[in-house]
Each structure stands twice: as structure tokens, then as C-alpha cells.
């Protein structure tokens, strides 16, 4: 039962950082020179890591359901352009990881 | 080039339905290792090779008539 | 689960995790030379448009076993997939498709017409001398542990702790074969170095080009499994990840670091590292 959802992340993964890699490079057509924090690729990588990685916090949809689509929310900005989507992804890790530790430490 | 497609096309078509076979029916341990170790290779190389670009037709007598012989 | 049911799934995971790997290997080494590198996906994406580019086969190929040869890699890491991950077997018949996974890299160089191919064909051989470290690696495991499967493996660490505290300098020859089957610019691996073009897969271009990087992917993703697993000993899913990507970025660090060495170097190199790890081991076990 394990295995086959990790094939679904696995290529939920792979199809959200294509389409973050051509979503980018319309976006930007320089590489990365300015250190510009992109509020949706932020608001993006917040969501996705916090679905993820907390996916029990919402019992009402199943669990891999809502992984997937927080895999496929953070593959699309981790897989952006090289140089971009760095501050944002670790940012949305950061609060992700947060409300992980508060939720396995108050429980 | 035809002819590398023909073949191609009935490898494909044996692969698929061995593994679906294998897939289905569940037969003892030792013949899904064998169909496995032989038709999932196979189906890979056939798919690609179906699947592949092929030049057109007037470069073809060029290709075969002047080869590089350089040295 | 079905059995071939399970043999495909971890089949396509081994593939995607592989060449998601290399792709992180590759943008470790660029960071540690200061530049952004390629997206992780890029081995992936170049893997995907090779096999869609048409292939040829020349003319000086030693027909059919310039593709036969081919789909003898795909399968004996189908093989391994098998062992590994869906039925925790032997580890012997691992080391048996190391040893086959040389022959093919030999082979596929001499299969084809090209020097480059030849000369990477010639080097292959000289490089056997580097699997030296497997059948040692394989011997310490039986003497520390007194089995050789990876089930009873697994239940020993269980039991005693990770082998990879116990038995770490097995682990360092362990590593040390690992590098030299890394894909990207590794010290130790002659066979496909750039001063040889590709080796022995200048030759296989388009279409067989492809089949040969996912069978170099499900190659990787086993080597880090093996390794985790038997130094290891059974983690869970997220376990494994983390474990691999761990791995892969240690490895990225050796190899931005590391010069390739010339084939006289890296196999003297292999031999010395193997020769201090099976001395040292079979001391720490029975001193």
C-alpha cells in the first residue's frame, strides 16, 4: 500500500518542477541577479510545504491526496529557474517545519 | 527504416501483453522474474524506438549513397 | 501486492528517485564552484529527449550486440530492483550484477566501432582490478554478521546497531565504489571520462542513448540503496530519502573537489583504499 503513493509524489514532484521551470523562464528573462523575494512564489512554497508536511491538520480530504498537491505546490517553485525560488522555498520549509514540531511536540 | 519499425511495433505489442499477463494472472515466482528481467527491458527499447524522431525521406539517399569516410 | 505489480512500481521509483539524484549531484558540484547549475530535473529532462532523438546504428557496429548489449544493462538492474527492494535476497547475486555491470560497460565499448569505444573498452578491464573492495566488503559482512542475506542483514542491525559504527572502514571501501559508478566527473571512474569522449557511450547515440542513462539512473539509485541498507540497516521510506539525498550530496562534494585521476592513479588509488580497508576491518573485528 505504501509504495504506489510514493510513485504519486514522486511524479507529482517531477511534473510540478517542470512546469515551475517553464513557468519561470517566461516569467524571468534574466538569470538571477537581484535578491527579490517573489510574493507568489512565496505564498506557493508556504502552502505546499505546510500541506505536506501537515497534511493530518485537515482529516476531512485523505492524507495523500493533500500531499500530492502540496508536493506538486513546492516542486513548482523549487524546480524555478536556477537562482530563483531559493529564499522562498527555505522560507516555506521553515514555517512548514515550525507548525510540524509545534503539532508532534503538543500532542 | 520501415522494417525497424515493424519490428518494433510486434516486440511492444508481445511486451505489453506478457507483462499484463504476468500483471493478471499471477503465475508462479520464478516466471514473473523471467518475464520481467526480459519483456520490461524489451518494452522500454521498442517504446523508444517507435517513438523516435526519423530524418526525412530526400536526406536519406544522401545519408547512405556519401557516407563519412574521412579518414 | 501482486509481485510484478511491485517489480514495476519500484522499477519506475528507482528511475525517478536516480535521475532526480544525479540532478542534485550535479547542482552540488556547481554550487561548490560558485555557479547557480543546471535545475535538479535536468538529468531527467536530457534523459527523456535523448530517447525521443533518432538513433542509428553505424555501420562498423558488431550487430545485434551493439543493442543486445543494451538491453543486458536494463535488465540485470531490473534483476537487482528485484533483489533489493522487493524480495531483501542475497547479496551475492548483487555483486554478481556488479561484476555483469562491468562486463556490459567492456562490452559496449568493443561493440561499437569507435576508438573511444575500444579504449574505454580496454580501461574497463583495467578498472576490474577496482572491484576488489566488493568481494572484501562482502566477506567482512559475513564474518561480522555470519549471514549473507539482506533480511537476516537487516535483523542483525535491528538487533546490534548499524553495521556503518561498527564495521565503518567496510563502509569507506563501500563508498569508494560508489564513486568511482558516479556519473558526473567522479575521480575513479575511467571508463567514461571526457578524455575518452564517452567511453563506451560515444557510440550509442538518440534512442539507445536514453535506454543506457535510465539503466545508469536505476544503477545509482540501487548502489545508495545497498548501501544504506546493509551500513544502515532498514529505515523507512522518508528514511531512505533523506539517506540518499545525504549520500548523493556527499558524493557531489568528493567529486567537485576530488581531480580525475589518470587510470594508472585511480586504480592504484581504489587498490590502497581497499587494502587499508580490509586490513583494518578484519582488525577491528577480531582485535
Known amino acids: 500500500m505504501d509504495n504506489h503513493l510514493y510513485l504519486i509524489y514522486i511524479l507529482s514532484f517531477v511534473i510540478g518542477s517542470i512546469l515551475g521551470l517553464l513557468l519561470s523562464y517566461k516569467k524571468y528573462s534574466e538569470p538571477f541577479i537581484i535578491n527579490k523575494i517573489d510574493v507568489l512564489a512565496l505564498i506557493m512554497a508556504i502552502i505546499g510545504w505546510v500541506l505536506a508536511l501537515n497534511a493530518q491538520l485537515i482529516p476531512a480530504i485523505p492524507e495523500f491526496i493533500t500531499v500530492t498537491v502540496g508536493v506538486f505546490l513546492f516542486a513548482m517553485v523549487f524546480g524555478m529557474r536556477p537562482g530563483y525560488g531559493r529564499y522562498e522555498t527555505v522560507i516555506g520549509f521553515a514555517v512548514a517545519g515550525i507548525i510540524w514540531i509545534l503539532r508532534t511536540v503538543l500532542l | ?71 | 501486492m501482486n509481485l510484478m505489480a511491485e517489480i514495476l512500481l519500484n522499477v519506475l521509483i528507482a528511475f525517478f528517485i536516480g535521475s532526480l539524484l544525479f540532478g542534485l549531484q550535479r547542482k552540488v558540484m556547481a554550487r561548490i564552484q560558485m555557479r547557480p547549475g543546471p535545475p535538479i530535473i535536468q538529468h531527467l529532462l536530457h534523459t527523456l529527449k535523448f530517447f525521443i532523438k533518432e538513433t542509428v546504428f553505424p555501420k562498423t557496429a558488431a550487430m545485434p550486440f551493439y543493442v543486445v548489449i543494451t538491453l543486458i544493462l536494463m535488465a540485470i538492474w531490473v534483476a537487482a530492483v528485484i533483489i533489493g527492494p522487493v524480495t531483501h535476497g542475497p547479496l551475492l547475486l548483487l555483486f554478481a550484477i556488479f561484476a555483469i555491470h562491468k562486463i556490459v560497460e567492456h562490452n559496449a565499448g568493443s561493440s561499437s566501432g569507435s576508438p573511444y569505444g575500444k579504449l574505454s573498452c580496454v580501461r574497463a578491464v583495467f578498472s576490474a582490478a577496482a572491484e576488489l573492495p566488493l568481494f572484501a566488503v562482502l566477506i567482512i559482512i559475513y564474518l561480522k554478521t555470519g549471514t549473507m542475506d539482506l533480511a537476516g542483514i537487516i535483523a542483525y542491525q535491528d538487533a546490534h546497531g548499524a553495521l556503518l559504527l561498527s564495521i565503518p572502514l567496510t563502509a569507506l571501501m563501500f563508498i569508494v565504489l560508489i564513486i568511482s559508478k558516479s556519473y558526473y566527473f567522479s575521480p575513479f571512474n575511467i571508463t567514461l571520462a571526457k578524455d575518452i569522449i564517452s567511453g563506451f557511450e560515444t557510440e550509442h547515440f538518440g534512442t539507445l542513448r536514453g535506454f543506457i542513462m535510465m539503466s545508469e539512473s536505476i544503477t545509482w539509485y540501487m548502489l545508495v540503496w545497498i548501501f544504506l541498507t546493509v551500513f544502515i540497516g532498514g529505515l523507512s521510506p522518508i528514511g531512505y530519502l533523506i539517506g540518499m539525498v545525504i549520500v548523493t550530496a556527499v558524493i557531489g562534494l568528493i567529486n567537485a573537489i576530488t581531480p580525475i585521476l589518470n587510470p594508472n592513479h585511480s586504480v592504484m588509488a581504489e587498490v590502497t583504499l581497499a587494502f587499508i580497508g580490509i586490513v583494518g576491518s578484519i582488525a577491528m573485528i577480531y582485535i
Open chain 2, 1 to 71: 527504416m520501415d522494417k525497424l519499425k515493424g519490428v518494433s511495433w510486434i516486440i511492444f505489442i508481445i511486451s505489453v501483453f506478457a507483462i499484463i499477463y504476468a500483471l493478471i494472472f499471477n503465475p508462479a515466482d520464478w516466471i514473473v522474474y523471467a518475464i520481467s528481467l526480459v519483456f520490461i527491458p524489451l518494452s522500454v527499447l521498442s517504446l523508444g524506438l517507435i517513438s523516435m524522431a526519423q530524418g526525412t525521406k530526400e536526406d536519406e539517399e544522401d545519408k547512405t549513397k556519401e557516407p563519412f569516410i574521412g579518414y
